[in-house]
């Protein structure tokens, strides 16, 4: 069965320093993987997706992510954490069709 | 460039009263799923369709009931709602002619029930 888990529900940085948010998923063939971001009572907006060919991708905001296959993760970073990227993260996943399965998310904190 | 319209973005019914969500995908889009998403929780898939036939269900309530027009705009109907309905409802699309598995979320409902 599929599932995407997200290592840590919250994470808080200082205005200026790495993002790093964990995403692993498990799947029994290599999936679609996606970031959103979720801001308050906003819809989901789409960060980035790796679906084949380079693992780095890059996505808006200055994010992006690697797919790891070997690590079956999919962490998402940034080099330079910015006041307005405070919001939820949600990594997801899809096999190759119409469901795609979401991690629990991520409350991002950026401190002054 | 347009984005998925969600409507209405409020909504406010008392308990077993009835619902009506709307959702207009992007243009040329032709796949639409609904999803719940209860406080601090994450989107949880409800249903989908493709080219205005059910393609999927998830955690759907009996109580719910969706589908797809002509136009691709679909409607989720909730009937006997109850207090543990309220949520935020999102739906999303994407292009079945293209990467089906990019989904593009709407603004989404809140959905209040008292």
Redesign the interface.
Known sequence: AQSVTQLGSHVSVSEGALVLLRCNYSSSVPPYLFWYVQYPNQGLQLLLKYTTGATLVKGINGFEAEFKKSETSFHLTKPSAHMSDAAEYFCAANTGGFKTIFGAGTRLFVKA | AAG?IQSPRHLIKEKRETATLKCYPIPRHD?V?WYQQGPG???Q?LI?F?EKMQ??K?SIPDRFSAQQFSDYHSELNMSSLELGDSALY?C?SSWAGG??????????T?LLVL
């Open positions: 998925v796949t799923y929780q994450d989107p898939f989908s493709y393609s999927d998830g999102f999303a990467e089906i598995e990019t989904q593009y979320f709407g603004p989404g809140r």
